[in-house]
């Protein structure tokens, strides 16, 4: 098994060959690239940066994703992945990149999940699948299995890749490779690990990370901003988002942010961000939404208030529909409307907020829209009435809304 960090140095050393390649750039790509990877562990961030890594390699910038192919697998089957990952890439380019996504699972309460079973049937396409040898350049095939739960590597699975694993030698190809006899298991799945950071590692990311974004933070600045978010890596990027947009905003880019700078900025997202529910909701995500309401009811954070903020969300959604469809606005002037303190020069975040907020605008039909706001209405009327369930009430509707975004339905709740 290999880290996340060796086969991403892999593919940073394959980038400076793509730059300047030479006669056999090609045959030296696919020499070095695998055609499965079985991506794992309890950082998901390190393990999307691998895989947006892989895909800025395989495929020219700004080009239309003709030949790569995301599934969800709490709403796909292992039968149409394998299908696409049989599929033989397009004349726009000789690669093509299949990737099956499991949600971040954090609990044993959640070991029951379908997507982590296989029926007969999957089993058999599977072990089909990865028996045949695959050669480069061709698909590549990656598994995006985040888990925080005791025990994953029994589920079945981690056991049908882990069969084909490749031995870590092989993996990270610093020797010549000998032929497996016929009668032995083809290995070509290399398992890619995505632990969280340790401290002193953390330090080291957080300064180049720093240095990337020519964002200078004092030494105690830096402590207090891990003491902020601990070690988890998504969260923290979030931060240095705001700190160079509060850096920009207070002429502060050429002195260093100290530690009273982080406090003003972040410390108050220590347990929750206010906006963390509208940004996991613009983005129909799931485990994220259910993480940020589970830490707003453990503040003690007032049912009613949570569901307000979930309408006001949908009230913007709904808004700026209706300024696209009638013209009067264009996106930026729409979004400097409904997101007034968040400015283009705030750059990464700005970036990032705009697209995320029109994820939710273009992805909700004005229907399903309008099923949404009877939902809500009818929710409301039973918070009014008292129902003593309500915390119950917000995560269905939230869970509904996410999944629903996906499968184009919105589910009515029964009344309790």
């Given at each position: 098994?290999?880290?996340?960090?060796?086969?991403?140095?892999?593919?940073?050393?394959?980038?400076?060959?793509?730059?300047?390649?030479?006669?056999?750039?090609?045959?030296?790509?696919?020499?070095?690239?695998?055609?499965?990877?079985?991506?794992?562990?309890?950082?998901?961030?390190?393990?999307?940066?691998?895989?947006?890594?892989?895909?800025?390699?395989?495929?020219?910038?700004?080009?239309?994703?003709?030949?790569?192919?995301?599934?969800?697998?709490?709403?796909?089957?292992?039968?149409?992945?394998?299908?696409?990952?049989?599929?033989?890439?397009?004349?726009?380019?000789?690669?093509?990149?299949?990737?099956?996504?499991?949600?971040?699972?954090?609990?044993?309460?959640?070991?029951?999940?379908?997507?982590?079973?296989?029926?007969d049937a999957e089993a058999v396409i599977l072990e089909k699948f990865l028996s045949v040898p695959h050669s480069l350049p061709g698909t590549i095939l990656v598994v995006?299995?985040?888990?925080?739960?005791?025990?994953?590597?029994?589920?079945?699975?981690?056991?049908?890749?882990?069969?084909?694993?490749?031995?870590?030698?092989?993996?990270?190809?610093?020797?010549?490779?000998?032929?497996?006899?016929?009668?032995?298991?083809?290995?070509?799945?290399?398992?890619?690990?995505?632990?969280?950071?340790?401290?002193?590692?953390?330090?080291?990311?957080?300064?180049?990370?720093?240095?990337?974004?020519?964002?200078?933070?004092?030494?105690?600045?830096?402590?207090?901003?891990?003491?902020?978010?601990?070690?988890?890596?998504?969260?923290?990027?979030?931060?240095?988002?705001?700190?160079?947009?509060?850096?920009?905003?207070?002429?502060?880019?050429?002195?260093?942010?100290?530690?009273?700078?982080?406090?003003?900025?972040?410390?108050?997202?220590?347990?929750?961000?206010?906006?963390?529910?509208?940004?996991?909701?613009?983005?129909?995500?799931?485990?994220?939404?259910?993480?940020?309401?589970?830490?707003?009811?453990?503040?003690?954070?007032?049912?009613?208030?949570?569901?307000?903020?979930?309408?006001?969300?949908?009230?913007?959604?709904?808004?700026?529909?209706?300024?696209?469809?009638?013209?009067?606005?264009?996106?930026?002037?729409?979004?400097?409307?409904?997101?007034?303190?968040?400015?283009?020069?705030?750059?990464?975040?700005?970036?990032?907020?705009?697209?995320?907020?029109?994820?939710?605008?273009?992805?909700?039909?004005?229907?399903?829209?309008?099923?949404?706001?009877?939902?809500?209405?009818?929710?409301?009327?039973?918070?009014?009435?008292?129902?003593?369930?309500?915390?119950?009430?917000?995560?269905?509707?939230?869970?509904?809304?996410?999944?629903?975004?996906?499968?184009?339905?919105?589910?009515?709740?029964?009344?309790?």
């Amino acid at each position: 098994m290999a880290a996340v960090s060796e086969h991403l140095r892999n593919l940073q050393g394959l980038f400076k060959e793509k730059e300047h390649p030479g006669k056999n750039g090609r045959a030296a790509l696919a020499d070095s690239l695998h055609p499965c990877y079985f991506v794992h562990g309890d950082e998901p961030y390190l393990g999307r940066l691998f895989v947006d890594r892989l895909k800025e390699l395989l495929f020219e910038s700004g080009s239309a994703d003709f030949n790569v192919d995301r599934f969800w697998m709490d709403e796909a089957g292992w039968a149409d992945v394998i299908d696409a990952a049989r599929t033989a890439p397009t004349f726009f380019s000789p690669w093509r990149l299949v990737t099956a996504e499991f949600l971040m699972r954090s609990e044993d309460r959640f070991k029951d999940r379908e997507e982590d079973k296989l029926s007969d049937a999957e089993a058999v396409i599977l072990e089909k699948f990865l028996s045949v040898p695959h050669s480069l350049p061709g698909t590549i095939l990656v598994v995006f299995y985040p888990s925080r739960f005791r025990h994953y590597k029994s589920s079945p699975v981690f056991k049908a890749f882990s069969a084909h694993f490749l031995s870590a030698k092989k993996a990270s190809r610093d020797s010549d490779e000998e032929k497996e006899p016929e009668n032995k298991t083809v290995r070509q799945v290399a398992e890619v690990e995505i632990s969280s950071l340790k401290f002193a590692v953390l330090q080291s990311w957080l300064v180049r990370e720093l240095e990337k974004r020519k964002l200078a933070l004092t030494p105690e600045a830096r402590a207090r901003l891990v003491e902020v978010t601990g070690n988890d890596l998504r969260k923290l990027t979030s931060e240095m988002d705001k700190l160079q947009a509060y850096a920009a905003d207070t002429g502060r880019s050429r002195a260093a942010v100290d530690a009273e700078d982080v406090d003003r900025v972040c410390a108050w997202t220590r347990e929750v961000e206010p906006w963390g529910l509208t940004d996991a909701l613009s983005i129909a995500d799931w485990p994220d939404c259910a993480r940020v309401l589970d830490r707003l009811f453990r503040e003690g954070e007032a049912e009613l208030k949570i569901f307000n903020d979930i309408a006001v969300f949908f009230r913007d959604i709904r808004q700026a529909k209706a300024w696209l469809e009638e013209g009067a606005l264009d996106r930026k002037a729409i979004f400097a409307k409904l997101r007034p303190k968040i400015k283009e020069k705030h750059g990464i975040l700005y970036a990032r907020k705009f697209r995320e907020f029109f994820l939710s605008v273009d992805r909700l039909s004005r229907s399903r829209l309008r099923r949404l706001f009877l939902e809500l209405s009818r929710l409301d009327g039973l918070f009014k009435e008292g129902v003593d369930v309500q915390r119950e009430m917000i995560e269905t509707f939230v869970c509904d809304y996410c999944r629903g975004v996906r499968e184009g339905t919105v589910r009515r709740m029964t009344r309790r």
